[in-house]
């Protein structure tokens, strides 16, 4: 009986031996950091080889120290109460913690620990990956994604939102304004005799013409005011919350910037340009997209009739459009179906 009871003994001896080494095999070959803590006093009692390399800092400047006492996690703010609640609740996950290297540099990693028994001896296992490039991919991903939001909602030429997207916004400002009871302001411009400009100085003389308004537009408005391409040589510009007098108001210095723009083109400085410009307004000059461009449109024309070069208002109008309503109460307004042609 005591031989069996010995060789029992040296049976679970060794077996007890050999887990231990595939263990110690396994911890020293993982390809994620791996730290061991105790439970009651938060030291670190081991760490494997690959979160030697991953941070840079040499073991002995792990062992025996709290996890936030180590540089890697010390000097990095976002870290320090997170690590100081691991002792408490010992479990803890991060999908995305910032932990910064020895030679200073900053990496993202993903962050989990787990508590088992050693025996007697409660121990924290703490798994770190570092995922910095994972999160460099998605954060290049998402900012191309916004790239190519913005490339299709905006003008290549002059950089100002096209057409669609003008739409799109206005039935929604229209929306807006009609709800909390605001005015909403339309500027509609184009370039005069753009065609003799572009018949005599050429295409590339014309683009450039464009462009340069395009910038001039973009710089001259508020955030919230939408300036587009409207088709050709012709743009409008939505003031949400604007009255008929401050449309007006920037109308007048868009035409005035707009004749002291100089272009030099291969050398050539180009004659400056003006602008015939008509202004309207929600809900004086109508209570749909369509009306209230149309209504634009109309004094755009004015203006040109009148001597071009000038800023001409829409016509009130008592007998506005009825608001087509769809079936969950909102209004929808067809617009029109081509651009109105400059001149």
Not at 33 to 54: C, E, K
Not at 127 to 139: C, G, K, L, P, W
Request: aromatic content about 6%; charged content about 25%.
């Amino acid at each position: 009986m005591k031989s069996a009871s010995k060789t029992t003994g040296a049976l679970l001896k060794q077996s007890l031996i050999e887990s231990e080494l595939r263990y110690r095999r396994l911890f020293e070959a993982a390809q994620d950091g791996i730290l061991i803590l105790n439970a009651q006093t938060g030291a670190i009692s081991d760490v494997n080889p690959f979160l030697v390399r991953m941070l840079g800092f040499s073991r002995e400047e792990f062992i025996q120290k709290k996890l936030w006492e180590v540089g890697a996690f010390r000097d990095v703010e976002a870290s320090q109460d997170a690590f100081k609640a691991l002792q408490e609740n010992e479990y803890i996950r991060y999908e995305d913690l910032p932990l910064k290297t020895k030679d200073g540099r900053l990496i993202q990693v993903e962050f989990v620990s787990n508590v088992y028994l050693v025996g007697a001896e409660k121990v924290i296992q703490c798994n770190i990956r570092d995922i910095t490039d994972r999160v460099q991919a998605q954060e290049a991903l998402l900012k191309n994604e916004a790239l190519l939001l913005e490339q299709s909602v905006r003008d290549h030429l002059t950089g100002l939102f096209n057409r669609r997207y003008l739409e799109e916004t206005l039935e929604r400002e229209i929306l807006r304004s009609s709800r909390v009871q605001l005015t909403l302001g339309i500027i509609m411009l184009d370039v005069d005799d753009f065609k003799h400009f572009n018949d005599t100085y050429g295409h590339a003389a014309g683009d450039e013409i464009l462009h340069q308004l395009g910038q001039m537009l973009l710089t001259h408005f508020r955030r919230e005011d939408v300036p587009s391409r409207y088709g050709g040589d012709e743009f409008t510009i939505v003031l949400p919350g604007a009255s008929l007098e401050i449309t007006q108001e920037r109308a007048e210095q868009i035409r005035e910037i707009a004749g002291r723009i100089q272009i030099q083109l291969e050398g050539q400085t180009l004659p400056s340009v003006t602008l015939s410009l008509g202004v309207a307004t929600f809900p004086e000059n109508g209570s749909t997209s369509s009306a209230i461009l149309r209504a634009a449109d109309d004094a755009l024309y004015r203006a040109k009739d009148q001597g071009r070069d000038r800023v001409v208002a829409a016509d009130k109008i008592s007998n506005q459009e009825p608001v087509a309503q769809e079936p969950n109460g909102f209004s929808k307004a067809a617009m029109p179906s081509s651009p109105p042609s400059g001149g």
